[in-house]
């Protein structure tokens, strides 16, 4: 009994080993978006922004004003107008398929690696 134990603490062991190498290969791997794509719930209106550019961008095109910081490669929603100021608390997002929502102000940013 005491054998069959140590051999699926071994087992398991392994397999938690496995995940934790491929979770960390992916972490490592994952590519900086190039662009950020700015989406409005009520439009079709859309808009991207290069992420290799530093700038301050102000859109009124949602519910509430938002304004998206660019930095390094990097976007942030810094100031909303919207009652609970949740997006900003976000952080800086750069990764391909990473995003932040304004859902008061119905503003989304997605990052994706190239333009479309």
């Known amino acids: ?3 069959k134990l140590n051999i699926n603490v071994i ?6 080993l496995v995940a934790l190498t491929f979770f960390c290969w992916q972490q490592i791997n994952k590519t900086k978006g190039g662009v950020a794509t700015v989406i409005f719930d009520n439009s079709d209106t859309r808009y991207q922004v290069d992420l ?3 700038d301050t961008y102000t859109f009124t095109e949602g519910k ?12 942030r929603f ?12 976000f952080g800086y997002i750069s990764h391909e398929y990473e995003y ?5 102000a119905g503003v989304s940013v997605l990052i994706e690696k190239e333009a479309k």
Do not use: Q, R, W, Y
Not at 11 to 16: A, E, F, R, Y
Not at 100 to 104: E, K, M, N, S, T
């Open 64 to 75: 509430f004003d938002v304004t998206l910081d660019v930095k390094d490669g990097e976007i």
């Open 100 to 104: 932040a929502v304004c859902l008061p």
């Open 1 to 3: 009994m005491k054998k």
């Open 11 to 16: 087992l398991i062991g392994g397999v938690l």
């Open 52 to 54: 290799t550019v530093d």
């Open 78 to 89: 810094i100031n909303s107008k919207c009652p609970d100021h949740i997006c900003e608390g």
